[in-house]
């Protein structure tokens, strides 16, 4: 069963906005990252927050993790046009330490120049 | 350095026929991960190779795929006697260490069309 869900679905905003997205997932985890998606394309890494980490930020970008709570959010500042893609959020959980990733069913983010 | 390597980028098959689908990983990386998206989903993970050993098939399908990463060449994901749904996209990803710990860098993906 799928760790993450995703809140919204889908967001729509004006360029120069800033963009939130929530992640909640369901047991304890090793880390949490987020990845993004444009349309028909591979998945390109944005940035991997630790369990033990609070906040994170990448240009741009602000994640911020709440284990108590079993939630993460992914902040964009001054989003742009180029910023249109799904986003997911990816979980890998112990036991075991295999890696493999856990993903939500992302957030759609539209951009409108 | 070149990234996560996968083909072909597009393969069509027919009901009843076989599927392979390839993944390079990144130089020096020896952790290979395969993931399926069907349409408007998000991944879902099938399995986790090393070299020569699988080591996680948790999330394959018990009958017609099967996956293999050979000491020497890159790593093969077979789907055998394709059904409709099947058609998907299948992305590879590979890691440095799989202890969950790193970042897992993914390939452009395979999107599997069975008609």
């Known amino acids: 069963s799928q760790q993450g869900e995703e809140d919204p679905q889908a967001l729509s905003i004006q360029e120069g906005e800033n963009a939130t997205m929530n992640c909640s997932y369901k047991?304890?985890?090793?880390?949490l990252q987020w990845y993004r998606q444009n349309s028909g394309r591979g998945l390109v890494h944005l940035i991997l927050?630790?369990?033990?980490?609070r906040e994170k930020h990448s240009g741009r970008l602000r994640v911020t993790l709440d284990t108590s709570k079993k939630s993460s959010s992914l902040l964009i500042t001054a989003s742009r046009a180029a910023d249109t893609a799904s986003y997911f959020c990816a979980t890998t959980s112990p036991p075991g330490n295999t890696g493999k990733l856990i993903f939500g069913q992302g957030t759609t983010l539209q951009v409108k120049p | 350095n070149a990234g996560v390597m996968q083909n072909p980028r597009h393969l069509v098959r027919r009901r009843g026929q076989e599927a392979r689908l390839r993944c390079s990983p990144m130089k020096g990386h020896s952790h290979v991960y395969w993931y399926r998206q069907l349409p408007e989903e998000g991944l879902k993970f099938m399995v986790y190779?090393?070299?020569?050993?699988?080591?996680?098939e948790s999330g394959m399908p018990k009958e017609r795929f099967s996956a293999e990463f050979p000491k020497e060449g890159p790593s093969i994901l077979r789907i055998q006697q394709v059904v409709r749904g099947d058609s998907a996209a299948y992305f590879c990803?590979?890691?440095?260490?799989?202890?969950?710990?790193?970042?897992?860098?993914f390939g452009p993906g395979t999107r599997l069309l069975v008609l």
């Open positions: 990803a590979s890691s440095h260490k799989g202890t969950g710990q790193e970042t897992q860098y």
């Open positions: 190779l090393q070299k020569e050993n699988i080591i996680d």
């Open positions: 047991t304890s985890i090793n880390n």
């Open positions: 927050i630790r369990s033990n980490e």
